[in-house]
């Protein structure tokens, strides 16, 4: 059988696939194609609700029927949508000696400008599973509930990563974290290129800019490539650009 394309990229060079809200169908597919992980986003429940509408249905049934308020109900609901991806790249967690295989899980957005809480839900979100990782935007307050999860040892997404000064500064959280505790969980930064484009094209419109669109293309790329070489410059180990609109790098 031939190879695919993304078959020959893992093996031909250091990009890694990530798959975002999948189903399980998709699960087995990307885990076909080499998959590296698998990261997650709060609005999951509601995507399962529209591609796998009879599984999510029953789920929250189950869910609804324990009580709690709304908040509650819906974390445990995405709970359950995660662990059962997270059992999905279970084998390929244990076969990669724990490099490969994580799931993503953030915590409820809403409660976000909390970062005590933020840390509160990974400490109990890692009870699902070894290939459990914490996903936290890299606000303000997400940058003291990152500090504080990596030196609980669990490892992090760092998400929405726009500016360089951001990137160095979810950097210099892990580096904290490592004095503090003597931990090295894995670690990922997240940086969303296809948004960034977004607002630019949207500032270059309504201030009436006149620009070739085909510079504005890449705008994204060339700041990312320009957070993985400062990455590297400054001693960050074992850095590595993962391919598509979200493309973490890993930091050991």
Same mark, same amino acid.
């Given at each position: 059988?031939?190879?695919?394309?993304?078959?020959?990229?893992?093996k031909s060079?250091?990009?890694r696939?990530?798959?975002n809200?999948p189903?399980?169908?998709e699960?087995?597919?990307?885990l076909?194609?080499?998959?590296?992980?698998c990261?997650?986003?709060?609005t999951?429940?509601?995507?399962?609700l529209?591609?796998d509408r009879?599984?999510a %249905?029953?789920?929250? $049934?189950?869910?609804k029927?324990?009580?709690?308020?709304?908040a509650e #109900?819906? &974390?445990r609901?995405? @709970?359950?949508?995660?662990?059962?991806?997270?059992?999905?790249?279970h084998?390929?967690?244990?076969?990669?000696?724990?490099q490969?295989?994580?799931?993503?899980?953030?915590?409820?957005?809403?409660?976000e400008?909390?970062?005590?809480?933020i840390v509160?839900?990974?400490?109990?979100?890692?009870?699902?599973?070894?290939?459990?990782?914490?996903k936290?935007?890299?606000?303000e307050?997400?940058?003291?509930?990152?500090?504080?999860?990596l030196?609980?040892g669990i490892?992090?997404?760092?998400?929405e990563i726009f500016?360089?000064?951001?990137m160095?500064?979810?950097?210099?959280c892990?580096?904290r974290?490592? %004095?503090r505790s003597? $931990?090295?969980?894995?670690?990922?930064i997240?940086?969303?290129?296809? #948004?960034? &484009?977004?607002y630019? @094209?949207?500032?270059?419109?309504?201030?009436g800019i006149?620009?070739?669109?085909?510079?504005?293309?890449?705008?994204?790329?060339?700041?990312?490539?320009?957070?993985?070489?400062?990455?590297?410059?400054?001693?960050?180990?074992?850095s590595?650009?993962?391919?598509g609109a979200r493309?973490?790098?890993?930091?050991?």
């Open positions: 059988m031939l190879e695919t394309y993304f078959q020959r990229l893992r060079g250091k990009t696939l990530w798959i809200n189903t399980l169908s699960v087995k597919d990307s076909e194609q080499g998959v590296f992980a990261t997650t986003n709060p999951y429940g509601a995507n399962l529209k591609r009879e599984y %249905l029953g789920e929250l $049934k189950n869910c029927s324990q009580g709690g308020s709304q #109900i819906a &974390d609901l995405q @709970q359950r949508y995660i662990a059962r991806l997270m059992h999905q790249f084998d390929h967690y244990e076969k990669t000696g724990g490969e295989g994580w799931v993503s899980l953030q915590s409820n957005p809403y409660l400008e909390d970062w005590t809480q509160e839900s990974a400490i109990s979100y890692r009870k699902l599973g070894p290939n459990f990782i914490a936290i935007p890299a606000t307050t997400g940058l003291k509930a990152i500090e504080e999860v030196c609980e490892p992090v997404i760092a998400t500016a360089v000064s951001q160095i500064a979810t950097c210099d892990y580096s974290a490592a %004095l003597g $931990k090295r969980p894995a670690f990922f997240t940086h969303i290129t296809g #948004i960034f &484009d977004e630019l @094209q949207n500032q270059v419109q309504s201030q006149k620009l070739d669109a085909g510079l504005l293309s890449h705008a994204g790329l060339a700041l990312a490539r320009h957070q993985y070489h400062l990455f590297k410059s400054r001693g960050y180990a074992g590595m650009l993962g391919g493309s973490p790098k890993h930091f050991t």
